[in-house]
């Protein structure tokens, strides 16, 4: 029903700064919530930042002053700008939305996830 597209994954030295970008696609009719998640080599997935339709942010600590999630925008996207880039960030980041979605009868809210872009951080 919904497709997540994110783009802008690579390699960067420590320091140096990324720009993810995820774009939702399908039978959307509004989406309440989009946020990045990240899994580090050998660890679970954590929560890097989510921005919902309201307009709130939440980041891990681990990025608070380095990440910026932006506003969804008429494309339903949103992108994810990395700063000063560590080792530690090193990770798959995936995109994810809550969207509420037009089925066959009704509308119905789902979280859609897409399949990631990896980020890697050299020392």
């Known amino acids: 029903q919904v497709r997540l597209v994110e783009s802008g994954g690579g390699l960067v030295q420590a320091g140096g700064s990324l720009r993810l970008s995820c774009a939702a696609s399908?039978?959307?009719?509004?989406?309440?919530?989009m946020g990045w998640y990240r899994q580090p080599p050998g660890k679970q997935r954590e929560l890097v930042a989510t921005?919902?339709?309201?307009?709130?942010?939440n980041y891990a600590d681990s990025v608070k002053g380095r990440f910026t999630i932006s506003g969804i925008n008429a494309e339903n996207t949103t992108y994810l700008q990395m700063n000063n880039l560590r080792p530690e960030d090193t990770a798959v980041y995936t995109c994810?939305?809550?969207?509420?979605?037009?089925?066959?009868?009704?509308?119905?809210?789902?979280?859609?996830w897409g399949e990631g872009t990896q980020v890697t951080v050299s020392s």
């Open positions: 399908g039978r959307i009719l509004s989406i309440n919530v």
């Open positions: 921005f919902t339709s309201g307009g709130n942010t």
């Open positions: 994810s939305s809550d969207a509420v979605v037009q089925g066959p009868t009704y509308p119905y809210e789902m979280t859609y």
